[in-house]
């Protein structure tokens, strides 16, 4: 249970990020003991999220500091970043450094498209989920799934159970229980429809049918180019 | 259920916001059909929340569009708007014209200040709830409390209850029960620590504990005011 001090988090951040994949566990990561949080982009400008305003990255892929626990987030703009070698090769090498990589939500399909979950268990979202075997993964549905020293989250809310799932193995079970009263996460949510085991059949096949040709095909070109540079 | 079209969701941000107040609810509106988010401050220029990295605002409080729904998170800076009279007259004019008037944590103080709950039911992050009786409105100890078109939220995460209620009240609960799934809002806290009725009394005591003289100084001077307005 010793920690680095400071402790270094780095959430790689991109356009068309899912806000709350990043927001939870930043929130969670915010209230941890002698912990930053470096959010990285290719530049400094503000960058839109799938909400439709913007977060000011922190730093750059360039300058960020080495990471104790990298983190990427899910989104539409997961995707694009398959053929953005500059921010593939800022993960591979944080990466190497890190005590621990992570993600939430389909962000971990950007790690798996840079080839660090290549025979992992792991999870994404829901709808998501089978097609990360495609990357080389194992799919795991679970809400937050450790293997070794990476450590995956399910669908955007998932990222609140991730965090604390997360502080609890750097600072202890103590921590993290702190962190929870403080945010009151004491979950009580008005439907019970938060998962494709509990929610209408029919809201289950409409939500799957929004995962495309287009998106599967992304994947594959990815699985492709892992395939080619593992040769 | 008839919603106007598009529902305007009017957010106020401010310094030291408690980021994850803001991201939970902004996330379910994201997903809602045919809804504008905007997220009003004095000035367009990136304010720092309270996870130490910059939100831009999307428009300013002078330029601010008419909200469908008033809505205020809480946090460290949400005190500080007690002697802000700009901001205040601003959620008041809002407020006139909303259908809805909202907060999440200690928001509902700042809405509170600006005399929006005076005798209304309203709930607040458990460890200052009490301190909302100063302010005129009635404390109330539940997730969501909804008194009138007065919708409060409980602390930090219960944003997402929240919007959860919110959006089922305005769209119906076919609506709210799709993003609870697209966002697979199945929470599974790995503690059962996240209220004050469930955690170690050591830990329920401690955080009581940086509730401190000073804010609920701040309180009482803000209930003067109001008292003042009033007469």
């Known amino acids: 249970m010793v920690s680095p001090s400071p402790l270094r988090i ?27 949080v470096h959010l990285a982009w290719h530049d400094t400008r503000p960058v839109v999220t799938d909400c439709g305003w ?39 090498r944080q990466a190497a450094g890190a005590s621990w990589v ?19 268990r792991a999870t994404s979202h829901w709808s998501a989920l089978p ?23 399910a669908g955007v809310t998932s990222g609140i159970d991730f965090a604390l799932v997360l502080a609890a193995r ?3 079970d103590d921590v993290a229980k702190r962190v929870q009263l403080r945010l009151e996460y004491d979950p009580a949510p008005p439907f019970d429809a938060g998962s494709p085991a509990t929610a209408d059949p029919e809201l289950v096949a409409a939500t ?5 040709e287009a998106r599967l095909q992304a994947v594959r070109r990815a699985a492709a180019r892992l395939g080619e540079s593992a040769r």
């Open 102 to 120: 992570t993600s939430v939500c389909t962000g971990s399909f950007t790690l798996a498209a840079a080839g660090l979950l290549t025979g992992r």
């Open 10 to 36: 780095v959430a790689l951040l991109f356009p068309d990020v899912t806000q709350l994949d990043l927001t939870g566990p930043a929130q969670v990561f915010s209230r941890l003991p002698d912990t930053e």
């Open 54 to 92: 913007s977060i000011v990255p922190t730093t750059t892929l360039a300058d960020c500091p080495q990471a104790d626990v990298l983190f990427v987030p899910g989104g539409k703009g997961a995707f694009d970043l398959f053929d953005d070698k500059v921010a593939l090769d800022f993960l591979r």
């Open 131 to 153: 097609m990360l075997a495609e990357l080389g993964a194992i799919p795991t549905s679970e809400r937050v799934v450790i293997d070794g020293n990476r450590i995956t989250g």
């Open 208 to 212: 799957i049918g929004r995962v495309d």
């Open 170 to 172: 750097i600072f202890g």
